[in-house]
């Protein structure tokens, strides 16, 4: 069974090294996200907010603070653990796609239930299907548009039945018309689904579609609403 809070970070920091100097990208940064909410994390470009989600989906460790997925301690798991976490529980949606680029559209979500196990043929079919795709399984991403790329991408992470989506800014690379038609279907995907998503983005209005909101400003939380 789920915890309450999927999420707990705890004084988190993040720090990389810069020549001779360190550069601190996160400053004690404290949150909790509960099962089933919708949070978008908004700022600046270079306000850490990619950083955080990278901390925050164990797929990097904070120089200092705890964090805690899933009740589990990220920097007790070594790189494997954090893995069969996300493989678990998680699913991603990029900016840029991240699509085999050799590989068809039911390819590439069928790869991606490979690495989980909770699906089949069928299962990607259903997906590409309920995201528009269903004439275009047998077409590679160089076929396809930006914006169906991005609803493969969709169907991805969704076929996982990921119990948290991480979405990292899904419309940066779309223009304003195509980005609104992925958001809506990514809202409505996230809402059958019941799936707790936390949404990078700079985009206030975008961010107001979710249940809450997470301001960085200059590696500190600032705010929320």
């Known amino acids: 069974m789920l915890p309450d809070t999927l999420i707990a970070a705890e004084a988190v920091s ?31 470009s270079g306000s850490g907010k990619t950083t955080l989600l990278g901390l925050l989906a164990g797929l990097d460790t904070p120089t200092s603070g705890s ?18 976490l996300r493989k678990q529980h998680v699913g991603f949606v990029f900016q840029s796609f991240l ?4 590989f068809t559209a039911l390819e590439n979500v069928m ?11 069928a299962t990607a079919c259903e997906w590409l299907a309920r995201v528009g795709l269903g004439e275009r399984m047998q077409h590679t991403p160089r076929q396809l548009s930006g914006g169906e790329q991005q609803r493969v991408a969709l169907a991805r992470a969704f076929a996982g039945r990921p119990d948290l989506l991480f979405a ?9 018309r ?16 019941g799936t707790t998503l936390v949404l990078v983005t700079h985009d206030e209005s975008l961010a107001a579609r979710c249940q809450r909101q997470l301001r960085l400003e200059n590696g500190r939380l600032a705010g929320a609403a």
Not at 99 to 102: A, D, F, K, S, V
Not at 111 to 120: E, F, Q
């Open 99 to 102: 699509l085999m680029p050799t």
């Open 67 to 84: 964090i805690r997925l899933f009740g589990e301690r990220l920097e007790a798991l070594d790189e494997d653990g954090r893995a069969a």
């Open 14 to 44: 993040k720090s990389v090294a810069t020549g001779n100097a360190s550069l601190t990208i996160l400053h004690d940064v404290s949150l909790a996200i509960k099962r089933g909410e919708s949070i978008a994390v908004t700022g600046a």
């Open 178 to 193: 195509t980005g609104m038609q992925i958001i809506d279907l990514l809202f409505a995907l996230n809402a059958d689904a």
């Open 111 to 121: 790869l991606a239930l490979s690495v989980n196990g909770r699906g089949n043929v």
């Open 168 to 176: 990292d800014e899904p419309t940066g690379n779309l223009d304003s």
